[in-house]
């Protein structure tokens, strides 16, 4: 359950560490490393909603789109960033993840949120499959409302739409 602002109760929240590495040249997280915090965050969140003994990246889950605010410049601590993430649709073979990226432990400032797209994948086909019954049901249980993005209100999007 996430007490984060903005970040519905359903998110699942993982402690991600920012590796030193991670910073630019002005001493802040640098932006392409928020995808690489999205990413662990979802591969944690696929065991945690679909179970230990499978492995949806390994069946096949492409990423089709990403969308990323960058709200606050983070800086490095020594303490795992928290990174929220919950179902935010789902579609006949795909489905949207909404995040967001807070400080450590004590730290709920929201540095950036995100969006992410997937599909579900035929790895020996070579072409999407439908969601099966029992992936919507475990990310029915983690849906939340669909974070809305600076980009969505130039687009024309009311502030507050979920698709």
Known sequence: MSTL???????TTFPITVRWSDLDAY???NNVQYLRLFEEARVY???????QGRDLIDEGMLVVSQAIDY????????????????CAGVGGASFELGYAVAGPEGDD?????????????????QRPRRLGADEREALAAVTGPRPVLRGDRAAGEPRGTSA
């Open 109 to 125: 400032t929201v540095y950036a949120r995100g969006r992410v797209s997937l599909v579900a994948y035929d790895l020996r086909q």
């Open 71 to 86: 709200l606050l410049p983070m800086e490095f601590a020594y303490a795992p960033a928290r990174v929220a993430v919950w």
């Open 45 to 51: 969140a696929f065991k945690a909603w679909f179970g």
């Open 27 to 29: 001493a802040h997280v």
């Open 5 to 11: 602002p903005d970040v519905p109760e359903v998110a």
